[in-house]
C-alpha cells in the first residue's frame, strides 16, 4: 500500500521530492501509528466489502474501517456481522489463491458495538489477523477499556503479527467529568500496560458535541467549537507528550460534491479543519466518504521548506549542536526544544512523501483528483 500510487510515475515526479513510501499491515508499529491517514468507515451491512478492497472503485482508500456499531441498526447488527464475517473469508480466499496480494491491501480494522461483540469475534479476529490490522473500540471509559484490552492481550497471545486496538475517547464519563485530566491519566496508565498493541487514540467530536445538542456548520471547524478545543487540548496534553501516542483528527461531517471545487464550502471547511489538526498535533483523520480521501491525505504531505527544517534539527540534535537559521534564513531552528517535532515530521514525511519546493498540496490534490 502505498499513498497516490494512482498518478502516473512522470506525473508523481513532477510533484514530489521524495516519494510516499510502502506501508503493510505488517509494517513497524512507530511508522503504522502515522500511515492510517483518512479512516473511511463503510457500515458492516456493506455486500461489496471485498469487492472494494479488491478493486477499490476509489483511489487513496488506504484504511478502511468496518463498523457494527453505530452505522448499524439494532435490527440488523446481526446480520451485520455474518455479513462481516463472509466477506473476510472472501479476502482469505482471493488471497489464498492469488487474486489479491497482502501487500495490496488497505490497513482494515473492525470497530465493534461493546465488549461482549468483541468477546464473541475473537476466534474471528485471531483467524484472520492477517488481514485484519486491528479494532476500534468506542465510546471506551476506564470500565470498558480494561473489559477490552485483556481479549487484545490474549488475540496477541497466539500471533505474531499485532493485533492493534484504537480507542475512541467520545463517552459521557471521559468528556463531560469535572476531573477530566484525572480520568485520562487513569484511563493513559492503563493503555501505557497495552503499549505494544495500541496504534493510535483518536478522538469523537460528534459524540461529544451530541451530549450538549450541538451541531457543527459547514463554516465551523473543531477549532471554533469551546468545547471541542478544550476536549481534544486535554486529549492531546495526556497522550502526546513526546510523542507518547498518536492521536486521530474526528470526522468532518460534510462531504463535497464529486465535482467540487476547493472554493465549496464542504471541501473548504475540510481544508481548513485538517490544516488545524495537524497544528495541533493531530494525525489521521476519520472520513464519512470516499471524496474525503485525497483531501485528507493531500493536507498530510509535507512541504520542501518543513521537511528541510526538519531534518537539519534532527541532524543538529544528534550532534548536540546549538540553535541555527533555517535553509530558508526565514526562521530559527532550535534542535532542543524542536527535535520531537522534526522527529515526527519526517515519520510524516515517510509515509505521504514531500512536495517538491513550487507545489502545493492543493495542486498534488487538483492533480490526484484529475488522473481518478
Known sequence: MKYFAHLAPAKADSLFSCMPQQFFRDSPRDLLRFAVGALLYTPATDRRIAEIVRRPPWPGLGAL???LEDSVGEAERRSAQKNLIRQVRRLTRLVAEGELSLEDLPLIFVRVKDYAMMQELQPFFLENVPLLTGVILPKVNLARLQAYLPIAAEINRWTTTPFYVMPILEDEEVAASAERLLVLRQIRELLDQYYPY?????????????????????????GDIGLLTSYIADITRIFALRDRYTISAPVWEYF?????????PELAGLFKECHLDLQNGLIGKTAIHPSQLLPIQAMHT?????????GEIAEAAAAARGVFASAGRNKMNEPKPHEIWARRVLKQAAVYGVLRREVSRLDLWRAAK???
Not at 493510535?200 to 473543531?222: F, M, P
Not at 464529486?258 to 465549496?264: C, D, I, K, M, V
Not at 509535507?302 to 526538519?310: H, I, L, M, P, S
Open 65 to 67: 474501517g468496518l463498523c
Open 302 to 310: 509535507v512541504d520542501w521548506e518543513t521537511y528541510t527544517d526538519a
Open 198 to 222: 495500541v496504534l493510535n487514540i483518536r478522538v469523537g467530536a460528534t459524540d461529544c458535541c451530541g451530549l450538549y445538542g450541538l451541531r457543527r456548520s459547514v463554516g465551523a471547524s473543531s
Open 370 to 372: 484529475g488522473e481518478v
Open 256 to 264: 463535497p460534491q464529486e465535482s467540487a471545487q476547493e472554493t465549496q
